[in-house]
């Protein structure tokens, strides 16, 4: 097919994704005077987190929810709402007069010579490099059985799902006993009968609000653990990646007891479909009128047109990608330590990888004569 372009625009890096991995690479490349945009398929930056659940809140206080450069603004410890979280990146955004293009679905990613080359409907996008800032949760993972479900059956993902009203009248399986789904059933178990499906994953010992987690919580397990033990640096964190990769966190804020407090019934696996209704792994039918699934998420890059499948996650060396010169991963879980894909550690990666754009670079010019060279190139080309 023919695809007839609009407009082209040339720069020296492209990031892809305008979350906190973005920005945070954004921050170092306009530290450096790069000639670089950020690409976000979002109407606003920040729409990644107001699309979630309403009730949502984060794990870590507000103090440890800020990205270089700018602190989070409200008291220390204070667990921000996701809406609160989502107004903080585009004021980041605004603040640091980041390059934001908005409402720029990105549809491929491919390479001629040694151009990247960036489409996205009619227009087109060139550059040296291009940052993939996103996490490795872009779409929504489903068991093959889920379409075999009664279509009297209202079913969503988790990341469709955003207050009570969506569901109805009648009893509730969540599909997933992971951070989401505990917290959902908690939402919903005083409306619904509801059943949590899914392996234990463990817990904290204490609550993250609690004075034992300001002493134990943020400086010994997301200081401490996240940054500096489970890195690919260390033995054990070389060894305990793969599991990490492969199976969910315990549980951060809500605790068995919670769960059976509220009523949640916790029941085995659920391992396929009975006269439309869900099974149980030991056998047993729900009679449900409601299935979320907490199921998790699939990477989603399949719209790269680069030799990048590795195993569990695209290949690349720290964020790098080895064998494809200019092509570089931040957001991920654990590229290089269990907090890459956390707000208080992405940081840490986008410097890295900025700085390695900037080895392999030769001296930019100066942002304002990139501006005016780019202002002066023609802006159609033909397709």
Not at 113 to 124: A, I, K, Q
């Given at each position: 097919m023919h695809l007839t372009v609009k407009?082209?625009?040339?720069?020296?890096?492209?990031?892809i994704g305008a979350g906190q991995a973005g920005l945070s690479v954004g921050y170092f490349l306009k530290q450096q005077g790069r000639d670089f945009i950020i690409l976000d398929a979002n109407e606003r930056v920040g729409d990644s987190w107001r699309e979630r659940w309403d009730s949502l809140?984060?794990?870590t206080p507000a103090r440890y929810d800020g990205l270089v450069g700018m602190p989070f603004p409200g008291?220390?410890?204070?667990?921000p709402t996701k809406d609160e979280m989502a107004d903080y990146l585009e004021a980041y955004a605004e603040r640091l007069q980041l390059p934001v293009r908005t409402g720029v679905r990105v549809e491929r990613l491919s390479r001629q010579?040694?151009?990247?080359?960036?489409?996205?409907?009619?227009?087109?996008f060139e550059a040296s490099n291009v940052v993939v800032a996103m996490a490795n949760y872009q779409e929504p993972k489903l068991p093959s059985f889920a379409d075999e479900l009664d279509s009297s059956i209202v079913q969503l993902h988790s990341c469709e799902y955003r207050n009570p009203s969506q569901l109805q009248d009648g009893g509730l399986l969540i599909v997933g006993?992971?951070?989401?789904?505990?917290?959902?059933a908690m939402e919903l178990a005083n409306r619904h009968e509801t059943w949590m499906s899914g392996r234990d994953t463990g817990h904290l010992p204490f609550r993250i609000e609690s004075t034992a987690a300001r002493l134990l919580w943020i400086p010994l397990v997301l200081r401490f653990l996240f940054h500096r033990v489970l890195t690919v640096d260390t033995p054990i964190g070389r060894k305990l990646r793969p599991k990490m990769l492969s199976r969910g966190g315990p549980l951060i804020r809500v605790k068995p007891e919670d769960l059976a407090a509220a009523g949640v019934t916790r029941v085995p696996k659920t391992v396929g479909v009975r006269d439309g209704r869900p099974v149980l792994e030991d056998g047993q039918v729900l009679d449900v009128a409601n299935v979320i699934w907490?199921?998790?998420f699939q990477p989603g890059f399949s719209w790269i047109d680069l030799p990048i499948q590795g195993n569990r996650e695209p290949r690349h060396e720290r964020g790098v990608v080895p064998d494809i010169p200019g092509l570089y991963f931040v957001g991920l879980h654990f590229l290089t330590r269990q907090s890459s894909s956390m707000i208080h550690g992405v940081g840490r990666d986008a410097r890295y990888i900025a700085d390695t754009i900037a080895a392999r670079s030769v001296a930019p010019a100066p942002a304002e004569e990139a501006l005016r060279l780019r202002t002066n190139e023609p802006q159609t080309a033909r397709g």
């Open positions: 407009e082209t625009h040339n720069y020296h890096t492209i990031v809140r984060l794990f008291p220390s410890h204070y667990f010579e040694d151009r990247f080359v960036v489409r996205s409907g009619d227009l087109r006993a992971g951070n989401s789904g505990s917290e959902l907490c199921t998790g």
